[in-house]
């Protein structure tokens, strides 16, 4: 009897390829796991064609409810964005889909499991530190890393055995999509000095083929979740489809980035993620509004930054991912409101915003009528704030 190997299975070119592949490498049964967090396809189909390859069997797993609450939630929650624009759609996904993974490989005793990542990318990392953390003792194989070919000859590859595939020479982007984002990489987009072809983008309509007029939008908050769309009660995954939706239409979304990826070579990438952009916009609005200014810059500076290296890195199921949990979940008990905002032309702008838990006091800010603060009590401030500087200006002249 065969031993059985499970393969995170997208349906896409490495994938299809790879069940062929670890057949005739290892002489394995390949047991497929195609794990839905939000692409817009036919998983019947995925699972017939991973059979019609040669899987042994195949599972389709509805996982949009756990990626929404488990996974981007808290990215949202602590506004990660690699390098400061990233939301990491992809990144998300994979200890997802490797708990996934794991959980079948026990249920069907598999010995090892696989994914079709390259070399050199991110997504390698991300799929095995996961299943080392999840389950030590599983064997790792990462077929892509092994038979080395370049795209051309993985499409000739899938054409000579009959694998269908969705790429052609003269289209072959690789694109990933999930609920928070589409990303897009090789053929065209590896030119960092060109602008991406209009025909990598399906989510985004450009900017300036969008509406003339702007639209607005209020987004409801509670405890740092997003609640309502427009006052209409939502859960996760139905916002987050709608924003992709509206978002899309005003050309909101689109980001094109040299990226440092983990295994230290730069990168081009190209996204669309057009309700991360906007929630993202709108919960760093309200924190804006309902955090201190000591909390707020820490958790900007220091939690946020790392929350996102660590979901990038493939830390997802390490401790220290736990703690920063336990640091935003007090932060964000007073992240509850309602933030309007407007789009247009490619650009999500808040426009207003209030909460119960606002600290923004009218009679302090305002300049005039009703302005209750003390500009006396400030020279004395100022005259203790700068007394260093003072000193150090002093000795500059001596």
Not at 132 to 141: Q, Y
Not at 153 to 172: D, H, L, N, T
Request: include cysteine.
């Amino acid at each position: 009897m065969k031993e059985k190997l499970v393969l995170a299975y997208s349906g896409g070119l490495d994938t299809s390829v790879a069940i062929k592949w670890l057949q005739d490498k290892y002489g394995v049964d390949v047991v497929a796991v195609a794990v839905d967090v939000g692409e817009e396809k036919n998983y019947e189909e995925i699972r017939e064609k991973a059979l019609k390859i040669g899987a042994a069997s195949a599972y389709v797993i509805d996982a949009k409810e756990e990626f929404a609450r488990d996974f981007i939630l808290p990215a949202l929650k602590a506004n990660a964005l690699y390098e400061g624009r990233y939301p990491l759609s992809a990144a998300l996904s994979r200890p997802l889909i490797a708990k996934k993974v794991v959980e079948i490989a026990k249920r069907e005793g598999a010995k090892a499991v696989a994914h079709g990542s390259t070399g050199k990318g991110n997504d390698q990392v991300r799929f095995e530190v996961s299943f080392m953390a999840l389950a030590p003792d599983l064997k790792i194989v990462a077929p892509v890393r092994e038979w080395n070919l370049s795209r051309e000859e993985e499409i000739e590859y899938a054409r000579k055995f009959g694998i269908p595939v969705p790429v052609k020479k003269e289209k072959p982007y690789s694109i990933d999509v999930n609920l928070w984002g589409r990303s897009i990489e090789c053929g065209p987009i590896e030119d960092v000095d060109r602008e991406p072809p209009e025909d990598a983008f399906l989510w985004t309509v450009s900017p300036r083929n969008a509406p003339n007029e702007p639209q607005y939008i209020d987004l409801e908050f509670k405890e740092g979740e997003p609640i309502a769309l427009n006052g209409e009660q939502l859960s996760l995954p139905e916002l987050i489809s709608r924003l992709n939706e509206i978002g899309g239409r005003h050309g909101i979304g689109r980001i094109d980035m040299v990226e440092n990826r983990l295994v230290g070579i730069k990168s081009r990438e190209v996204y669309e993620a057009p309700a991360a952009t906007i929630l993202i916009t709108a919960h760093k609005d309200l924190e804006s509004l309902t955090l201190s200014r000591e909390l707020l810059h820490f958790k900007q500076n220091y939690i946020d930054t790392k929350y996102a290296e660590l979901i990038y890195y493939g830390l997802w199921f390490s401790h220290l991912r736990d703690c920063l949990d336990g640091f935003i979940k007090e932060a964000e008990k007073f992240v509850t409101g309602k933030v309007r905002l407007k789009l247009f032309k490619g650009s999500c702008s808040p426009v207003g915003r209030s909460s119960p838990y606002s600290l923004y006091d009218i009679s302090l800010a305002t300049y005039g009528e009703g302005d209750i603060f003390d500009q006396r009590l400030a020279e004395g401030f100022v005259q203790l704030w700068g007394l260093p500087y003072k000193i150090e200006g002093r000795r500059k002249r001596e």
